[in-house]
Protein backbone atom coordinates (compact mmCIF):
# COMPACT_ATOMS: atom_id res chain seq x y z
CA UNK A 1 0.00 0.00 0.00
CA UNK A 2 2.59 2.50 1.08
CA UNK A 3 4.32 2.21 -2.70
CA UNK A 4 1.01 3.87 -4.07
CA UNK A 5 0.94 6.47 -2.03
CA UNK A 6 2.85 10.15 -3.11
CA UNK A 7 6.45 9.93 -2.97
CA UNK A 8 6.51 13.26 -0.63
CA UNK A 9 3.63 11.17 1.39
CA UNK A 10 6.35 8.76 2.24
CA UNK A 11 8.89 10.81 2.68
CA UNK A 12 6.94 12.67 5.50
CA UNK A 13 7.11 9.34 7.31
CA UNK A 14 10.47 10.30 8.02
CA UNK A 15 9.89 13.33 9.38
CA UNK A 16 6.82 11.88 11.67
CA UNK A 17 9.20 8.78 12.82
CA UNK A 18 12.38 11.46 13.87
CA UNK A 19 9.74 13.81 15.90
CA UNK A 20 8.47 11.10 17.92
CA UNK A 21 12.05 9.98 18.96
CA UNK A 22 12.74 13.60 19.57
CA UNK A 23 9.59 13.79 21.69
CA UNK A 24 8.19 16.57 19.40
CA UNK A 25 4.90 16.98 19.09
CA UNK A 26 2.78 17.85 15.86
CA UNK A 27 2.49 21.59 16.75
CA UNK A 28 6.11 21.78 16.41
CA UNK A 29 6.85 19.95 12.86
CA UNK A 30 3.49 20.21 11.07
CA UNK A 31 4.91 23.55 8.86
CA UNK A 32 7.64 20.84 7.65
CA UNK A 33 4.30 18.60 5.82
CA UNK A 34 3.64 21.81 3.58
CA UNK A 35 6.28 23.40 1.15
CA UNK A 36 7.16 26.84 1.60
CA UNK A 37 6.81 28.14 -2.01
CA UNK A 38 6.43 26.29 -5.41
CA UNK A 39 6.84 27.57 -8.66
CA UNK A 40 4.90 25.52 -11.66
CA UNK A 41 5.70 27.38 -14.90
CA UNK A 42 5.80 27.30 -18.86
CA UNK A 43 8.80 27.66 -20.56
CA UNK A 44 8.03 28.23 -24.53
CA UNK A 45 11.24 28.29 -26.38
CA UNK A 46 11.99 28.31 -30.54
CA UNK A 47 13.20 24.43 -31.27
CA UNK A 48 15.63 24.69 -33.93
CA UNK A 49 13.38 24.15 -36.69
CA UNK A 50 11.51 27.08 -36.32
CA UNK A 51 8.74 25.60 -34.64
CA UNK A 52 7.58 26.51 -31.04
CA UNK A 53 7.17 23.78 -27.94
CA UNK A 54 6.29 24.70 -24.09
CA UNK A 55 7.81 22.72 -21.61
CA UNK A 56 6.49 22.17 -17.66
CA UNK A 57 9.02 23.75 -15.23
CA UNK A 58 9.39 23.28 -11.41
CA UNK A 59 11.08 25.18 -8.58
CA UNK A 60 10.11 24.37 -4.68
CA UNK A 61 11.80 26.38 -1.81
CA UNK A 62 10.66 23.97 0.94
CA UNK A 63 11.83 25.44 3.70
CA UNK A 64 14.18 28.32 4.75
CA UNK A 65 14.72 28.09 8.04
CA UNK A 66 18.36 26.94 8.20
CA UNK A 67 18.97 29.84 5.31
CA UNK A 68 18.55 30.18 1.87
CA UNK A 69 17.03 27.38 -0.19
CA UNK A 70 19.88 25.18 -2.08
CA UNK A 71 19.36 22.29 -4.40
CA UNK A 72 19.67 21.09 -8.12
CA UNK A 73 17.56 21.21 -11.25
CA UNK A 74 17.17 18.23 -13.11
CA UNK A 75 16.13 17.54 -16.56
CA UNK A 76 13.93 14.05 -16.99
CA UNK A 77 11.06 13.20 -19.02
CA UNK A 78 8.96 11.66 -15.82
CA UNK A 79 9.85 14.39 -13.62
CA UNK A 80 6.42 15.90 -12.19
CA UNK A 81 5.32 17.96 -8.82
CA UNK A 82 5.75 15.47 -6.59
CA UNK A 83 8.60 14.32 -7.32
CA UNK A 84 9.96 17.77 -6.93
CA UNK A 85 8.64 18.53 -3.53
CA UNK A 86 9.64 15.27 -2.56
CA UNK A 87 13.93 16.41 -3.78
CA UNK A 88 13.47 19.38 -1.90
CA UNK A 89 12.21 18.11 1.53
CA UNK A 90 15.24 15.74 1.27
CA UNK A 91 17.30 18.26 0.20
CA UNK A 92 16.11 20.28 3.49
CA UNK A 93 16.87 17.16 6.06
CA UNK A 94 20.46 16.84 4.14
CA UNK A 95 21.72 20.61 4.68
CA UNK A 96 19.98 20.63 7.79
CA UNK A 97 21.98 17.09 8.89
CA UNK A 98 25.32 18.24 7.72
CA UNK A 99 24.58 21.75 9.14
CA UNK A 100 25.00 23.49 6.29
CA UNK A 101 23.69 27.19 6.48
CA UNK A 102 20.87 26.48 4.05
CA UNK A 103 17.07 24.98 3.32
CA UNK A 104 16.30 22.66 0.91
CA UNK A 105 15.19 23.38 -2.61
CA UNK A 106 14.59 21.49 -6.27
CA UNK A 107 14.01 22.10 -9.42
CA UNK A 108 13.32 20.63 -12.69
CA UNK A 109 11.76 20.36 -16.20
CA UNK A 110 10.24 17.97 -17.66
CA UNK A 111 12.25 17.21 -21.30
CA UNK A 112 13.85 14.16 -22.33
CA UNK A 113 17.35 16.59 -22.72
CA UNK A 114 18.57 13.37 -25.29
CA UNK A 115 16.10 14.38 -27.97
CA UNK A 116 17.08 17.98 -27.46
CA UNK A 117 20.09 19.78 -29.96
CA UNK A 118 22.30 21.88 -27.39
CA UNK A 119 21.55 25.03 -28.37
CA UNK A 120 17.49 24.53 -27.76
CA UNK A 121 18.73 22.68 -24.21
CA UNK A 122 20.93 26.34 -23.71
CA UNK A 123 17.11 28.09 -24.93
CA UNK A 124 15.49 25.74 -22.34
CA UNK A 125 17.96 26.40 -19.82
CA UNK A 126 17.87 30.54 -19.92
CA UNK A 127 13.61 30.37 -20.21
CA UNK A 128 13.46 28.40 -16.91
CA UNK A 129 15.53 31.13 -15.13
CA UNK A 130 13.45 34.27 -16.96
CA UNK A 131 10.55 32.48 -15.47
CA UNK A 132 12.04 32.33 -12.32
CA UNK A 133 13.99 35.13 -11.48
CA UNK A 134 12.09 36.21 -8.52
CA UNK A 135 12.60 33.23 -7.03
CA UNK A 136 16.41 31.95 -7.40
CA UNK A 137 18.92 34.46 -6.03
CA UNK A 138 22.48 33.94 -4.85
CA UNK A 139 20.88 34.58 -0.69
CA UNK A 140 16.92 33.14 -1.52
CA UNK A 141 17.77 29.94 -3.38
CA UNK A 142 20.29 28.50 -5.06
CA UNK A 143 20.54 26.30 -7.97
CA UNK A 144 23.16 23.24 -8.96
CA UNK A 145 23.21 20.35 -11.31
CA UNK A 146 21.03 17.08 -10.64
CA UNK A 147 20.38 14.38 -12.89
CA UNK A 148 20.99 15.19 -16.96
CA UNK A 149 22.28 18.84 -15.41
CA UNK A 150 25.69 19.96 -15.68
CA UNK A 151 28.69 22.60 -15.23
CA UNK A 152 26.92 24.03 -18.59
CA UNK A 153 23.98 24.20 -17.77
CA UNK A 154 25.01 25.96 -14.37
CA UNK A 155 26.97 28.25 -16.76
CA UNK A 156 23.97 29.16 -18.60
CA UNK A 157 21.74 29.33 -16.03
CA UNK A 158 24.21 31.88 -14.52
CA UNK A 159 24.77 34.14 -17.17
CA UNK A 160 21.24 34.31 -17.61
CA UNK A 161 20.28 35.19 -14.27
CA UNK A 162 23.07 37.66 -14.27
CA UNK A 163 21.91 38.89 -17.29
CA UNK A 164 18.73 40.29 -15.70
CA UNK A 165 19.92 41.34 -12.93
CA UNK A 166 22.64 43.55 -14.19
CA UNK A 167 25.39 42.56 -12.41
CA UNK A 168 27.74 39.43 -12.41
CA UNK A 169 25.87 36.86 -9.56
CA UNK A 170 27.84 33.81 -9.85
CA UNK A 171 26.88 32.80 -6.15
CA UNK A 172 23.39 32.09 -7.86
CA UNK A 173 24.23 28.20 -8.82
CA UNK A 174 27.03 25.97 -7.99
CA UNK A 175 28.65 23.41 -10.07
CA UNK A 176 29.54 25.99 -12.72
CA UNK A 177 32.26 25.44 -14.93
CA UNK A 178 35.43 26.85 -13.44
CA UNK A 179 36.12 30.11 -15.72
CA UNK A 180 32.72 31.01 -14.65
CA UNK A 181 32.81 31.01 -10.99
CA UNK A 182 32.92 27.06 -10.48
CA UNK A 183 34.96 25.33 -7.74
CA UNK A 184 37.44 22.81 -7.86
CA UNK A 185 36.66 19.23 -6.77
CA UNK A 186 32.58 19.84 -6.93
CA UNK A 187 32.86 17.73 -10.58
CA UNK A 188 33.64 14.55 -8.53
CA UNK A 189 31.93 15.96 -5.42
CA UNK A 190 28.80 13.60 -4.67
CA UNK A 191 31.07 10.30 -5.46
CA UNK A 192 33.73 11.19 -3.38
CA UNK A 193 31.52 12.09 -0.65
CA UNK A 194 30.02 8.95 -0.46
CA UNK A 195 33.50 7.57 -0.87
CA UNK A 196 35.30 9.19 1.86
CA UNK A 197 31.66 7.96 4.32
CA UNK A 198 32.28 4.57 3.02
CA UNK A 199 36.43 4.25 4.17
CA UNK A 200 35.89 5.87 7.26
CA UNK A 201 33.01 3.44 8.45
CA UNK A 202 35.01 0.07 7.04
CA UNK A 203 35.91 -0.69 10.60
CA UNK A 204 32.04 -0.50 11.70
CA UNK A 205 30.79 -1.95 8.84
CA UNK A 206 33.41 -5.14 8.44
CA UNK A 207 34.57 -4.43 5.09
CA UNK A 208 37.68 -3.06 3.00
CA UNK A 209 39.53 -3.22 0.21
CA UNK A 210 38.23 -6.38 -1.92
CA UNK A 211 34.96 -6.34 -0.99
CA UNK A 212 32.66 -6.38 -4.07
CA UNK A 213 30.30 -3.33 -5.11
CA UNK A 214 27.69 -3.03 -7.30
CA UNK A 215 26.85 0.08 -9.00
CA UNK A 216 23.56 1.19 -10.40
CA UNK A 217 23.90 4.20 -12.68
CA UNK A 218 27.06 5.17 -14.44
CA UNK A 219 26.65 8.84 -14.44
CA UNK A 220 28.15 11.69 -12.67
CA UNK A 221 28.15 10.38 -9.29
CA UNK A 222 28.15 6.84 -10.24
CA UNK A 223 30.99 6.70 -12.05
CA UNK A 224 32.95 8.45 -9.74
CA UNK A 225 32.11 6.39 -6.81
CA UNK A 226 33.13 3.59 -8.77
CA UNK A 227 36.22 5.34 -9.55
CA UNK A 228 37.88 5.91 -6.48
CA UNK A 229 36.63 3.00 -5.16
CA UNK A 230 38.45 0.80 -7.77
CA UNK A 231 41.78 2.89 -7.30
CA UNK A 232 41.19 2.31 -3.30
CA UNK A 233 40.98 -1.85 -4.05
CA UNK A 234 37.44 -2.38 -4.20
CA UNK A 235 36.26 -5.13 -7.05
CA UNK A 236 33.29 -3.09 -8.79
CA UNK A 237 31.71 -6.48 -9.88
CA UNK A 238 28.56 -4.66 -11.89
CA UNK A 239 27.55 -1.73 -13.28
CA UNK A 240 24.49 -0.73 -15.12
CA UNK A 241 23.31 2.35 -16.77
CA UNK A 242 19.95 3.35 -18.33
CA UNK A 243 20.45 0.86 -21.74
CA UNK A 244 21.92 -2.16 -19.56
CA UNK A 245 24.65 -3.07 -17.40
CA UNK A 246 27.43 -5.13 -17.31
CA UNK A 247 29.60 -7.71 -14.61
CA UNK A 248 32.55 -9.06 -13.94
CA UNK A 249 33.56 -11.25 -10.96
CA UNK A 250 37.06 -10.82 -11.12
CA UNK A 251 36.38 -6.91 -11.05
CA UNK A 252 35.62 -4.51 -14.14
CA UNK A 253 38.53 -2.28 -15.27
CA UNK A 254 37.00 1.08 -14.43
CA UNK A 255 38.92 3.06 -15.93
CA UNK A 256 39.01 1.54 -19.49
CA UNK A 257 35.36 1.30 -18.85
CA UNK A 258 35.12 4.90 -18.31
CA UNK A 259 36.64 5.37 -21.62
CA UNK A 260 34.25 2.76 -22.93
CA UNK A 261 31.26 5.02 -21.75
CA UNK A 262 32.36 8.32 -22.78
CA UNK A 263 32.93 7.15 -26.29
CA UNK A 264 29.95 4.18 -26.59
CA UNK A 265 27.52 6.04 -24.53
CA UNK A 266 27.02 2.56 -23.04
CA UNK A 267 28.01 0.10 -20.11
CA UNK A 268 26.53 -2.90 -21.64
CA UNK A 269 28.39 -3.11 -24.95
CA UNK A 270 32.12 -3.12 -22.83
CA UNK A 271 34.44 -6.00 -23.90
CA UNK A 272 35.85 -6.16 -20.53
CA UNK A 273 32.23 -7.76 -19.04
CA UNK A 274 29.40 -9.79 -19.29
CA UNK A 275 26.40 -7.79 -20.55
CA UNK A 276 23.53 -8.37 -18.30
CA UNK A 277 19.56 -6.51 -17.84
CA UNK A 278 19.79 -3.65 -15.58
CA UNK A 279 17.18 -4.76 -13.93
CA UNK A 280 19.44 -7.37 -12.74
CA UNK A 281 21.76 -4.97 -11.25
CA UNK A 282 19.89 -4.66 -7.55
CA UNK A 283 20.50 -8.33 -7.51
CA UNK A 284 23.99 -8.52 -8.53
CA UNK A 285 25.76 -10.86 -6.34
CA UNK A 286 27.85 -8.50 -4.14
CA UNK A 287 28.97 -7.08 -0.50
CA UNK A 288 27.95 -3.28 -1.31
CA UNK A 289 25.05 -2.12 -3.73
CA UNK A 290 25.77 1.67 -4.58
CA UNK A 291 21.94 2.78 -6.09
CA UNK A 292 23.34 6.02 -8.35
CA UNK A 293 20.59 6.23 -10.89
CA UNK A 294 16.89 7.46 -9.73
CA UNK A 295 14.69 7.73 -6.64
CA UNK A 296 12.57 4.36 -6.03
CA UNK A 297 14.62 1.54 -8.15
CA UNK A 298 14.95 -0.54 -4.99
CA UNK A 299 10.63 -1.49 -4.77
CA UNK A 300 8.66 -4.27 -3.04
CA UNK A 301 9.27 -5.70 -6.48
CA UNK A 302 13.13 -6.54 -6.09
CA UNK A 303 14.08 -5.88 -2.61
CA UNK A 304 14.06 -9.42 -1.17
CA UNK A 305 16.57 -10.26 -4.30
CA UNK A 306 19.21 -7.84 -2.81
CA UNK A 307 22.20 -10.19 -2.01
CA UNK A 308 24.29 -7.24 -0.66
CA UNK A 309 24.76 -6.39 2.94
CA UNK A 310 25.22 -2.79 2.72
CA UNK A 311 23.61 -0.38 0.40
CA UNK A 312 25.24 3.19 -0.05
CA UNK A 313 22.42 5.61 -1.28
CA UNK A 314 24.39 7.81 -3.52
CA UNK A 315 20.80 8.50 -5.45
CA UNK A 316 18.49 10.81 -3.65
CA UNK A 317 15.75 8.21 -2.56
CA UNK A 318 16.44 4.96 -4.23
CA UNK A 319 14.60 2.94 -2.06
CA UNK A 320 10.77 2.73 -1.53
CA UNK A 321 9.59 3.07 1.84
CA UNK A 322 8.55 -0.81 1.45
CA UNK A 323 11.93 -1.71 0.18
CA UNK A 324 13.11 -0.56 2.95
CA UNK A 325 11.29 -2.19 5.76
CA UNK A 326 12.23 -5.20 3.38
CA UNK A 327 15.84 -4.63 3.77
CA UNK A 328 16.09 -3.61 7.18
CA UNK A 329 14.27 -6.72 8.46
CA UNK A 330 16.72 -8.65 6.60
CA UNK A 331 19.24 -6.87 8.52
CA UNK A 332 21.12 -5.29 5.41
CA UNK A 333 22.44 -1.92 6.81
CA UNK A 334 21.91 1.38 4.74
CA UNK A 335 24.04 4.36 4.51
CA UNK A 336 21.46 6.93 4.01
CA UNK A 337 20.98 9.59 0.90
CA UNK A 338 20.56 12.32 2.82
CA UNK A 339 23.87 11.30 4.36
CA UNK A 340 26.02 9.02 1.89
CA UNK A 341 25.17 11.99 -1.25
CA UNK A 342 25.26 14.85 0.81
CA UNK A 343 29.25 15.72 -0.65
CA UNK A 344 27.56 17.32 -4.15
CA UNK A 345 26.21 20.07 -1.83
CA UNK A 346 28.79 20.15 0.72
CA UNK A 347 31.31 21.19 -1.89
CA UNK A 348 28.33 23.52 -3.20
CA UNK A 349 28.61 24.88 0.11
CA UNK A 350 32.19 25.84 -0.56
CA UNK A 351 31.73 27.26 -4.23
CA UNK A 352 29.26 29.20 -2.52
CA UNK A 353 31.50 30.82 -0.23
CA UNK A 354 34.32 31.08 -2.43
CA UNK A 355 31.94 33.13 -4.93
CA UNK A 356 30.95 35.38 -1.56
CA UNK A 357 34.51 36.33 -0.79
CA UNK A 358 35.87 36.52 -4.10
CA UNK A 359 38.70 33.97 -3.75
CA UNK A 360 39.10 30.34 -4.62
CA UNK A 361 40.26 27.18 -2.78
CA UNK A 362 43.20 25.15 -3.48
CA UNK A 363 41.71 21.37 -3.88
CA UNK A 364 43.38 20.36 -1.05
CA UNK A 365 41.63 21.76 0.90
CA UNK A 366 38.19 21.21 -0.82
CA UNK A 367 38.93 17.37 -0.35
CA UNK A 368 40.08 17.84 3.20
CA UNK A 369 36.74 19.75 4.51
CA UNK A 370 34.61 17.51 2.47
CA UNK A 371 36.21 14.60 3.71
CA UNK A 372 36.28 15.92 7.89
CA UNK A 373 32.57 16.66 7.13
CA UNK A 374 31.40 13.27 6.13
CA UNK A 375 33.56 11.23 8.09
CA UNK A 376 32.29 13.28 11.16
CA UNK A 377 28.50 13.35 10.24
CA UNK A 378 29.04 9.65 9.51
CA UNK A 379 29.99 8.93 12.97
CA UNK A 380 27.49 11.05 14.29
CA UNK A 381 24.75 8.95 12.39
CA UNK A 382 26.29 4.92 13.24
CA UNK A 383 26.59 6.41 16.87
CA UNK A 384 23.24 7.24 17.18
CA UNK A 385 22.07 4.66 15.48
CA UNK A 386 24.09 2.48 17.60
CA UNK A 387 22.85 3.82 20.76
CA UNK A 388 18.83 3.82 19.97
CA UNK A 389 18.93 0.85 18.13
CA UNK A 390 17.80 1.92 15.12
CA UNK A 391 18.80 2.09 11.54
CA UNK A 392 21.12 4.67 10.35
CA UNK A 393 18.50 6.69 8.30
CA UNK A 394 16.49 7.26 11.47
CA UNK A 395 19.05 8.64 12.73
CA UNK A 396 20.08 10.67 10.03
CA UNK A 397 16.62 12.09 10.26
CA UNK A 398 16.50 12.48 14.15
CA UNK A 399 20.18 14.99 13.54
CA UNK A 400 18.96 16.62 10.69
CA UNK A 401 15.29 17.42 12.33
CA UNK A 402 16.99 18.81 15.52
CA UNK A 403 18.91 20.73 13.21
CA UNK A 404 15.82 22.50 11.70
CA UNK A 405 13.43 22.80 14.57
CA UNK A 406 16.96 23.59 17.33
CA UNK A 407 15.69 21.23 20.00
N1 LIG B 1 21.71 17.75 -6.80
C1 LIG B 1 22.59 17.45 -5.72
C2 LIG B 1 21.84 16.80 -4.57
O1 LIG B 1 20.78 16.25 -4.75
C3 LIG B 1 23.42 18.64 -5.30
C4 LIG B 1 22.64 19.80 -4.78
C5 LIG B 1 23.48 21.05 -4.56
O2 LIG B 1 24.68 20.99 -4.72
O3 LIG B 1 22.87 22.07 -4.25
O4 LIG B 1 22.32 16.75 -3.48
Redesign the pocket.
Known sequence: MVDQSSLHEQALLHLDEAAQRLGLDEPAIAYLRIPEETMQVRLTIPMDDGSQRSFAGWRCRYDSTRGPT???VRFHPASNLDEVLT?AFW?TF?CALLALPYGGGKGAIRVDPDTMSRTELERLSRAFIKQLFHVVGPDRD?I???VNTNATVMGWMTDEYSRIAGHPSPAVA??KPLDQGGSLGREDA?GRGGFYLLRRLEKQLGIGPGARVAVQGFGNVGLHMARLLHEAGYRIVAVSDSRGATGNAGGLDIPALIVHKSSSKDVASFAGGEKFDAAGLVAADCDILVPAALESTVHEGNAAAVRAGIIVELA?GPLTAQADAILERKGVIILPDILA??G??SV?WFEWEQNRANVSWPLERIHDQLRTRMEECGLAVFELARQHGISCRSAAYMLALKNIVKV
Do not use: Y
Request: aromatic content about 0%.
Open positions: KGGLMKIAPDTGTNNAGVS
